[in-house]
């Protein structure tokens, strides 16, 4: 079991140790819960959120990017709001590159225009995901 949420508290692991006649650790990020019908539970990463507790997480190289998409998508659709209606749209394309294109620019990376081919294979599932 393990939690994939959002809160550290999604787990009752207080009521869980309680409650099971013993604990151990199988491996690192690992625990395995005794129930009284001797049924086990193993909770991953200590109940935590499992991609920020047992994996690399989100590192802060890669949430700047993310946040800063957040950012101009809320500021897109205050300037916009009148246009778009009640409804779950994409941010557009155009800020989205722009944000990865200053992203590289930052690290002293630059990039090539994709050709024709490339946007293709990108569009389509053909390939797989």
């Not at 999604?10 to 006649?21: G, P, R």
Request: overall charge negative; proline content about 2%; charged content about 25%.
């Amino acid at each position: 079991m393990c939690n994939s949420g959002h809160f550290n508290v999604d787990i009752d692991l207080e009521d869980l140790e309680k409650f099971a006649k013993s604990k151990k650790q199988l491996r690192e990020f690992v625990d395995e819960y005794t129930l009284p019908n001797n049924r086990r539970i193993c909770v991953l990463g200590e109940g935590r959120l499992i991609n920020l507790a047992s994996a690399e997480g989100h590192p802060a190289s890669v949430m700047d990017m993310s946040f800063a998409n957040q950012a101009l998508a809320a500021e897109y659709v205050v300037k916009e709001f009148k246009q778009l209606g009640k409804d779950v749209h994409r941010i557009p394309r155009e800020l989205d590159q722009g944000i990865a294109r200053l992203k590289l620019a930052g690290m002293g990376v630059t990039i090539d225009t994709l050709t024709a081919e490339q946007q293709k294979y990108l569009a389509s599932w053909d390939m797989g995901t």
